[in-house]
C-alpha cells in the first residue's frame, strides 16, 4: 500500500512539474478527496476474489446504454444533486471489475438487440432480428428455426431447479426479454396477429404464446426434463396477450381496442389457468399488493405497449412500479427458493428515448435503471450473488465540445473561461450532446414522453437556438442525418461486475462470453 500511496503522490508531483497550469488543477480539498478515492479504488482492486460459484445470478441489460451514455447519465447525476457532475459515478461503474464487450452481430457491424442478447443468453452470436436460433436460421422463414434452436441460460436455469425472473420497461415480447424465452424467426413476431399465414400454418408460435406455454415448450424441447416455470415476468405489451376485442380490455386501456391478438385467445386468462397459484396485476396497486413472502409466481402487465418513460411514468392512467421497485420485489419473490435464481432486468426505454433523439428521457431512463441495479445490489448478498451491468449496443449519440466543468449537460457549450454560449462557425450556439442522424431538433417544452417526436417531419441540421431552453425535458437535440428514426451504433460497450466469478470481467470480451460468465458462476450446463 505505501508504494501504491508513493506512486499516487508522484504522478500528481509530475503534473506540477510538467508544467500544468495551477487552475486545471484541484484545490487542496478536492485534490485530497480525489486522491483518497483513487487510493480506495485501487485498494478495491487489489483485494483477492477467490469466489466464483454463485447461488444467483441478476443480469442487468440497459438497452442502448453506450459509454457515452453512461457519462453523460454520470454527469447529469451529480449535477441534479447540485455538484459539478463530472466527479460522480453510477453505482455500477463503482463494481470491481468491468470489461469492454464487442456487439456486432454475425450478419451485422452494427447490431441490433434481438441478435445481441440472444447472444448474452446462449453463448452463440446469430444474425440481426432473430430470436434464440443460431445463425443458420433465415429471418422470417418459420421452416429454418427446428434444429437452430440454442438454449438459453433461463432455460437451463429452470432446467437446474432455480427460480427465475424477467423484468422489462419495454414490452415483455420485445426483442431483448424474448431472447431469454423464446425461438423466433423473427423479433416482430410478438402475437399471432404480426406473423405471415404461412409462419401461423407451419406451426410456429408467437412470443407472447412462447412467453404463457415456456413450461410446456421446454419440457416438448428437452426429453426428460421438469420445469416450474418463469416465477416472476413483469413488463409492458398487454396487447400481445389479449384478443382484438373490447370486450377485453384492461380497466386502464388507453386505446378502444386494447389487444391484438386475431385467434381470440386471452392468454392472460390462459396463463391464470394454468397457474392456479399465480397473481396476475396491470397496475400499481395490484403491484402493491402482492406479498413476496407468499407469492410462488406474478405475471405483471403494466401496459398496453411499452412501460412509460421514467421521466412520464406519473403520467401513467393506473400507476406503474419503477423499474427498482419491480427489481426488489422480484428478489424478494425469487429469493423463496433455497437453490438461487437467476433474473434478468431490461431497461428498454433508454434505447427508445435516443431513438427519438431525446437525451433527456434516454439519461433519466439510465438513472432510473441506476437505481435498480443499487437496489439490487442492497437487497442480495455479495458473497452468494453475481451482478452483471452492461448493455446489447449503444447509439450515435455524442458529447462534444469544448464545454467547461459543471457546464450543464444537457445545455449549450459554454467554453472555458466564459459565461456565454460558444458560437460556431455558422455564429449559432450548439449544445453538448447530440446525435448523427435520426429526426432531429424540436421543442416540445415541458413534454416528458419522447415519443411525442414521432407527430412531426424530420427535421435536421443546423437550427437557431440562442432562445430555446435546451435543458427542458421536451428538447430534442439536433441531428445531421434524416431518418425515421436515430439508429444504433457499432463501438463497443461495457461490463460492469460484482460478487463470485465477477474477476472474470477483464479486457475487451465478445458479447457471447456473457453467457459463459453465467454458466460458470452458475454451473448451468453440467446439469
Same mark, same amino acid.
Given at each position: 500500500m505505501k508504494l501504491i500511496l508513493k506512486a499516487a503522490a508522484s504522478a500528481i508531483?509530475?503534473?506540477?512539474?510538467?508544467?500544468?497550469?495551477a487552475d486545471v488543477l484541484p484545490d487542496s480539498q478536492a485534490q485530497s478527496a480525489w486522491f483518497t478515492d483513487a487510493q480506495s479504488k485501487i485498494a478495491q482492486k487489489l483485494e483477492v476474489n477467490s469466489k466464483f460459484k454463485a447461488k444467483n445470478v441478476i443480469l442487468f441489460v440497459g438497452d442502448g446504454m453506450g459509454v457515452s451514455t453512461l457519462t453523460a447519465s454520470r454527469i447529469l447525476k451529480g449535477q441534479m444533486a447540485g455538484e459539478m457532475g463530472e466527479e460522480g459515478y453510477l453505482a455500477f461503474e463503482e463494481f470491481p471489475y468491468t470489461a469492454l464487450v464487442k456487439t456486432y452481430n454475425v450478419d451485422a457491424q452494427?447490431?441490433?438487440?434481438?441478435?445481441?442478447?440472444?447472444?448474452?443468453?446462449?453463448?452463440?452470436?446469430?444474425?440481426?432480428?432473430?430470436?434464440?436460433?443460431?445463425?443458420?436460421?433465415?429471418?422470417?422463414?418459420?421452416?429454418?428455426?427446428?434444429?437452430?434452436?440454442?438454449?438459453t441460460a433461463l432455460e437451463l436455469a429452470e432446467i437446474k431447479g432455480l427460480s427465475t425472473g424477467i423484468i422489462s420497461t419495454a414490452r415483455i415480447t420485445h426483442a431483448t426479454p424474448a431472447a431469454t424465452y423464446a425461438k423466433s424467426a423473427d423479433r416482430n413476431w410478438e402475437d399471432v396477429s404480426d406473423m405471415p399465414e404461412a409462419a401461423v400454418t407451419a406451426g410456429c408460435k408467437d412470443i407472447a404464446d412462447q412467453l404463457v406455454n415456456f413450461e410446456?415448450?421446454?419440457?416438448?424441447?428437452?426429453?426428460?426434463?421438469?420445469?416450474?416455470?418463469?416465477?416472476?415476468?413483469?413488463?409492458?405489451?398487454?396487447?400481445?396477450?389479449?384478443?382484438?376485442?373490447?370486450?377485453?380490455?384492461?380497466?386502464?386501456?388507453?386505446?378502444?381496442?386494447?389487444?391484438?391478438?386475431?385467434?381470440s385467445r386471452d392468454?392472460?386468462?390462459?396463463?391464470?389457468?394454468?397457474?392456479?397459484?399465480?397473481?396476475? !396485476?396491470?397496475?400499481?396497486?395490484?403491484?402493491?399488493?402482492?406479498?413476496?413472502?407468499?407469492?410462488?409466481?406474478?405475471?405483471?402487465?403494466?401496459?398496453?405497449?411499452?412501460?412509460?418513460?421514467?421521466?412520464?411514468?406519473?403520467?401513467?392512467?393506473?400507476?406503474?412500479?419503477?423499474?427498482?421497485?419491480?427489481?426488489?420485489?422480484?428478489?424478494?419473490?425469487l429469493d423463496?427458493?433455497?437453490?438461487?435464481?437467476?433474473?434478468? !432486468?431490461?431497461?428498454?426505454?433508454?434505447?427508445?428515448?435516443?431513438?427519438?433523439?431525446s437525451a433527456y428521457n434516454a439519461l433519466t431512463d439510465t438513472l432510473a435503471f441506476e437505481a435498480a441495479v443499487k437496489a439490487a445490489y442492497e437487497n442480495t448478498n455479495p458473497e452468494d450473488t453475481l451482478i452483471l451491468v452492461t448493455a446489447d449496443h449503444s447509439h450515435v449519440f455524442t458529447i462534444a465540445g469544448y464545454p467547461k466543468r459543471g457546464n450543464p449537460i444537457l445545455g449549450k457549450v459554454v467554453n472555458v473561461g466564459s459565461d456565454e454560449p460558444a458560437m460556431a462557425a455558422d455564429n449559432m450556439p450548439y449544445t453538448t450532446l447530440g446525435y448523427t442522424n435520426g429526426l432531429g431538433f424540436q421543442d416540445l417544452g415541458n413534454e416528458t414522453d419522447a415519443d411525442a417526436i414521432y407527430?412531426?417531419?424530420?427535421?435536421?441540421?443546423?437550427?437557431?437556438?440562442?432562445?430555446?431552453?435546451?435543458?427542458?425535458?421536451?428538447?430534442?437535440?439536433?441531428?445531421?442525418?434524416?431518418?425515421?428514426?436515430?439508429?444504433h451504433a457499432g463501438e463497443d460497450i461495457s461490463l460492469h461486475a460484482s460478487g463470485p466469478g465477477s474477476q472474470l470481467v477483464q479486457g475487451v470480451v465478445e458479447q457471447n462470453v456473457v453467457f459463459h460468465l453465467i454458466n460458470q458462476a452458475l454451473d448451468l450446463v453440467e446439469e
Open positions: 508531483a509530475l503534473a506540477v512539474s510538467s508544467g500544468l497550469h452494427t447490431p441490433d438487440s434481438a441478435g445481441t442478447m440472444t447472444a448474452m443468453m446462449s453463448g452463440l452470436k446469430t444474425d440481426v432480428g432473430v430470436i434464440g436460433v443460431d445463425e443458420d436460421i433465415e429471418r422470417g422463414d418459420c421452416s429454418t428455426v427446428a434444429g437452430n434452436e440454442v438454449i410446456n415448450y421446454l419440457e416438448d424441447r428437452y426429453t426428460g426434463i421438469d420445469v416450474d416455470g418463469i416465477e416472476v415476468a413483469f413488463g409492458g405489451g398487454r396487447r400481445h396477450f389479449l384478443p382484438r376485442d373490447a370486450a377485453f380490455n384492461s380497466p386502464d386501456a388507453v386505446s378502444s381496442v386494447e389487444g391484438d391478438r386475431t385467434d392468454l392472460t386468462a390462459e396463463w391464470q389457468d394454468m397457474y392456479e397459484n399465480g397473481v396476475y !396485476v396491470y397496475d400499481q396497486a395490484g403491484f402493491d399488493a402482492i406479498d413476496p413472502a407468499s407469492t410462488e409466481r406474478v405475471f405483471g402487465l403494466f401496459n398496453e405497449s411499452h412501460m412509460q418513460y421514467e421521466a412520464d411514468r406519473a403520467n401513467d392512467v393506473a400507476g406503474e412500479p419503477s423499474v427498482a421497485d419491480m427489481t426488489t420485489k422480484a428478489i424478494d419473490i423463496n427458493n433455497e437453490k438461487g435464481f437467476f433474473l434478468m !432486468v431490461e431497461s428498454g426505454r433508454i434505447d427508445h428515448g435516443h431513438h427519438a433523439g407527430a412531426y417531419t424530420a427535421n435536421t441540421g443546423r437550427m437557431d437556438i440562442t432562445n430555446v431552453d435546451t435543458e427542458a425535458s421536451g428538447y430534442h437535440q439536433e441531428a445531421l442525418i434524416p431518418l425515421g428514426s436515430e439508429t
